[in-house]
């Protein structure tokens, strides 16, 4: 079964840190980019990170650069998101997701497989 799941959601203070897991079944992530996205209520989906799969080339939105760090390990097969100074404005529902041909994308509809999602929650 193909399967991406998220994990390490949370309620974190301003300032505070979260490590976020991508953990795939069914798939090599070797072979695919993998990106995070977030939803916030009343928001449209918005592309956070991505990893790509040859080069392993990293991309951020301009919101997190400096502050979020995407990482993959491919022994354990997961993609990792390490979010550090976190503000309320990063609180959303974090969503991993697979892009086929290996090359990141902002736009959430190139993306082939999602998770269902874990809880980030920053009060101000």
């Known amino acids: 079964q193909l399967q991406l799941v998220e994990s390490g959601g949370g309620s974190v203070q301003p300032g505070g840190s979260l490590r976020l897991s991508c953990a795939a079944s069914?798939?090599?992530?070797?072979?695919?980019?993998i990106g995070w996205f977030r939803q916030a209520p009343g928001k449209e989906r918005e592309g956070v990170s991505c990893i790509s799969n040859s080069d392993g080339s990293t991309h951020y939105a301009d919101s997190v650069k400096g502050r979020f760090t995407i990482s993959r390990d491919n022994a354990k097969n997961t993609v990792y998101l390490q979010m550090n100074s976190l503000k309320p404005e990063d609180t959303a529902v974090y969503y991993c997701?697979?892009?086929?041909?290996?090359?990141?994308?902002?736009?959430?509809?190139?993306?082939?497989?999602w998770g269902q999602g874990t809880q980030v929650t920053v009060p101000s």
């Open positions: 997701a697979l892009e086929a041909w290996g090359t990141c994308d902002e736009k959430p509809h190139e993306y082939d497989y």
């Open positions: 069914g798939f090599n992530l070797d072979y695919y980019a």
